[in-house]
């Protein structure tokens, strides 16, 4: 009996260890890969690199091409009760502003899932997303201070513009003008990792 308890508590442990271990991106089509192989997007490179510096994370890419933020609330409680993630990188927005869904509504989707996720232990990254101006200057305004307004009321981490250096280069975008090539990864994490950075530990 003795034995067995003590069994469990090792596996519990190690359950509980391995869980502390896992950083969850919870985003869209830029997070998922869309277009590139998933080997060479910018959540595979974050693998890496973490396993390169000595960091002890499992990245889990729980990213859905085309999700809204009003999706990820519905499949988030899952994903937490699954994975068990340190940290949850959110990136999720895009999609609402490329459909012109109210603001606010995006706004408040993404404050309950930080609140769903801190609930969980887990401290939430924020990357925040521009969109181009086709539904005029005010809406594309609005859009980009959600972010900004969000982080600080919340008190969250915040990387302003996950496409900054890339969105606007030819070069590294595919054809669609939305998403970045394989080329374009490399920059994406290099926008992520030093607000990343601070929230971990080796």
């Known amino acids: ?27 869209d089509s830029i997070s998922a890969g869309h277009g590139i192989p998933i080997e060479k997007g910018w959540v595979a490179l974050l693998q890496r690199k973490l396993d390169t510096e000595g960091y002890g994370y499992r990245v889990v890419n729980a990213s859905v091409s085309g999700e809204t933020t009003a999706g990820g609330l519905s499949r988030l409680p899952r994903a937490l009760a699954l994975h068990h993630p340190r940290i949850v990188i959110l990136e999720l927005g895009a999609n609402d502003g490329l459909r012109a869904l109210p603001i606010a509504a995006m706004r408040a989707n993404l404050g309950k899932m930080a609140r769903l996720a801190r609930a969980a232990g887990a401290p939430v990254l924020l990357l925040g997303m521009r969109i181009p101006p086709n539904y005029g200057p005010e809406y594309t ?4 201070f959600a972010y900004l307004d969000l982080a600080k009321k919340r008190k969250l981490p915040l990387v302003p513009f996950l496409l900054n250096g890339v969105a606007l280069t030819p070069a590294l975008m595919q054809a669609d003008g939305l ?19 601070p929230l971990l530990r080796k």
Do not use: C, D, Y
């Open 141 to 144: 305004e609005q859009f980009r």
């Open 1 to 27: 009996m003795k034995r067995l308890l003590v069994l469990s508590l090792l596996l519990a442990a190690a359950a509980a260890a391995h869980a502390a271990s896992t950083i969850l991106v919870f985003g």
């Open 179 to 197: 998403h970045p090539n394989e080329r374009g990864q490399a920059r994406l994490l290099a926008n992520v990792w030093p607000v990343l950075k």
